[in-house]
């Protein structure tokens, strides 16, 4: 009767014991979902994440065509923990491809334009597939970050596995007019005819349409694919301007044989534009 006695009590003391934990794990738990559900997500379709640390949440505002290989353009609508607007942050973000372990030679430029709101210019993916933007901000004494996936990238205003015309009817003139007929470009490439699989260098040469040369514009470079729906396996950029409107191009890679489009998007002070040349690589 005494063991007896005594099990009883222990089971009875064990009983209280999980009963007076309970709740409070409930109740932390219950804060914790909370904290992640408490800020307001603004617009449908969009991608709305707290971040790591809870001090703010962020809601990506993507376009409605969505994500394409080449220059995108992206608003970001931050608050803090408390679901208020947060002005004045510094906003850093990092576009990263995880499954080729690489992100873009150059970062976007984020700008404020009031209210909690963000504009992230010149988010350039190189590459159709994955990505995620790594994100930090930081205001006052404040840090916190996030990680948020992107929905799939697609390519440049054609769908993946796209049928290449004839070679004869395919465009592979080498000096072209921008899309908006803002400049007049044409690229010379160091290595004649373009080899397979070695990374080699263009001469990117930049006029206004009136025969002016464009002098130290920004120039940002994508590869595409059509047929495969992928981009460079590189990063190629402009690294130098060599003067008299002409800009070296390094870091080009045709990593297949097949039609190629290579896009330059070119910034002049205000002016925007940008160009395609097409080419068969053997």
Do not use: C
């Amino acid at each position: 009767m005494r063991k007896t006695g005594l099990f009883t009590a222990l089971l009875l003391s064990l009983a209280v014991n999980v009963y007076a934990i309970h709740p409070a794990s409930v109740e932390t738990e219950e804060k914790e979902k909370e904290k992640h559900s408490a800020t307001t997500k603004h617009y449908e379709g969009s991608l709305h994440s707290m971040m790591d640390n809870g001090e703010f949440s962020v809601e990506v505002l993507l376009p409605d065509a969505g994500l394409e290989m080449g220059v995108n353009k992206i608003d970001l609508i931050i608050h803090n923990k408390h679901d208020k607007d947060v002005p004045g942050a510094l906003v850093t973000v990092t576009p990263w491809m995880p499954e080729m372990n690489h992100g873009v030679a150059e970062a976007p430029t984020v700008q404020e334009k009031g209210g909690g709101l963000y504009t992230v210019d010149d988010l350039t993916l190189t590459m159709t597939g994955k990505w995620e933007l790594q994100l930090k901000i930081e205001k006052g004494d404040t840090v916190d970050t996030a990680v948020i996936a992107l929905p799939m990238v697609g390519a440049m205003g054609h769908m993946h596995d796209m049928k290449a015309p004839d070679a004869e009817k395919i465009d592979q003139t080498t000096e072209k007019e921008s899309k908006k007929g803002l400049f007049v470009v044409s690229w010379e490439s160091k290595s004649s005819p373009i080899p397979l699989n070695k990374i080699i260098s263009w001469e990117l040469q930049v006029e206004s349409t009136g025969g002016q040369r464009v002098e130290n514009a920004q120039i940002t470079v994508v590869g595409d694919m059509p047929e495969h729906g992928h981009g460079f396996p590189t990063v190629p950029e402009v690294t130098e301007y060599l003067g008299d409107g002409k800009y070296l191009v390094e870091g080009l890679k045709f990593s297949m044989p097949g039609w190629w489009v290579v896009n330059f998007h070119i910034m002049d002070k205000d002016m925007m534009d940008s160009v395609s040349f097409n080419l068969i690589v053997e």
